[in-house]
């Protein structure tokens, strides 16, 4: 499985963005996503997270109603809407894709990942 990320960018504080994330493979429709963000000097910690349906959704207290996660399985897509960004959301945004079907938050439950779309925050 391979997953490009795309969508980031430089942004105002308060501002928004979306983030896409493709799979390659049709295996994507039975795997869980998520995104993590990293920034240098960091740990990459996670940010949100989809089952394979949509059913699930799970995110970080600190993007909690200010970030949307949504999938499109017939496109092999997930996205990521962002609002209201501030200028601790900037960092590398990674998309993966988890080896089980639930909105999991652990970085070891996930077996794929994209190589990152850099999301800068300015203020």
């Known amino acids: 499985v391979q997953l490009q990320a795309s969508g980031g960018g430089l942004v105002q504080a308060g501002g928004s963005l979306r983030l896409s994330c493709a799979a390659s493979?049709?295996?994507?429709?039975?795997?869980?996503m998520g995104w993590f963000r990293q920034v240098p000097g960091k740990e990459r910690e996670f940010v949100s997270a989809?089952?394979?349906?949509?059913?699930?959704?799970y995110y970080t207290d600190s993007v909690n109603g200010r970030f949307t996660i949504s999938r499109v399985n017939a496109k092999n897509t997930v996205y990521l809407e962002m609002s209201g960004l501030k200028l601790e959301d900037t960092g590398r945004y990674y998309c993966?894709?988890?080896?089980?079907?639930?909105?999991?938050?652990?970085?070891?439950?996930?077996?794929?990942w994209g190589q990152g779309t850099l999301v800068t925050v300015s203020s």
């Open positions: 993966a894709a988890g080896r089980y079907g639930g909105a999991r938050s652990d970085l070891s439950d996930y077996t794929y």
């Open positions: 493979r049709r295996m994507f429709s039975t795997n869980g």
């Open positions: 989809i089952s394979w349906n949509g059913s699930s959704k």
